[in-house]
């Protein structure tokens, strides 16, 4: 009976080891003005307030997502980029002349997005919350 026992394998997910496993925690308090603080820029981040606090103690460094401007500028970028694929695709049935006169614009265009996107990632425009 005892051998029965020790045969049949517990079902469910395997337990995590003491590494991985979050089960410590520290109790900080603030005042309601620093509470209403965290929690409008946990907001502003798009992070719910635990994960906002976890990682502002681990890293000491939070900076504000894309905005929504430069995430439209990286979907038009990527929008040219499969542009530029399908002239390549069909180049073999164009003129040379012709895939220039579609291609050239294309590239600048493309070319003028990384150039911007670059100067604001590389000067760190992005604020830390």
Not at 9 to 36: H, L, N, Q, W
Not at 58 to 63: H, Q, R, T, V
Not at 103 to 112: F, M
């Amino acid at each position: 009976m005892n051998q029965d026992n020790q045969d049949k394998r517990k079902g469910g997910r395997p337990k995590k080891s003491s590494i991985t496993r979050k089960d410590k925690t520290i109790a900080v308090c603030f005042s309601e003005p620093e509470f209403y603080a965290i929690r409008h820029r946990a907001a502003k981040a798009n992070l719910p307030l635990s994960v906002y606090c976890h990682d502002a103690i681990l890293n000491g460094e939070i900076k504000e997502p894309l905005k929504k401007e430069e995430l439209d500028t990286l979907r038009n970028l990527s929008n040219m980029g499969n542009n530029l694929n399908q002239l390549v695709k069909t180049s073999k049935f164009l003129s040379v002349k012709r895939l220039e006169n579609m291609a050239v614009p294309l590239l600048e265009s493309i070319q003028n997005i990384i150039n911007k996107l670059s100067d604001d990632w590389k000067n760190s425009k992005r604020t830390k919350l």
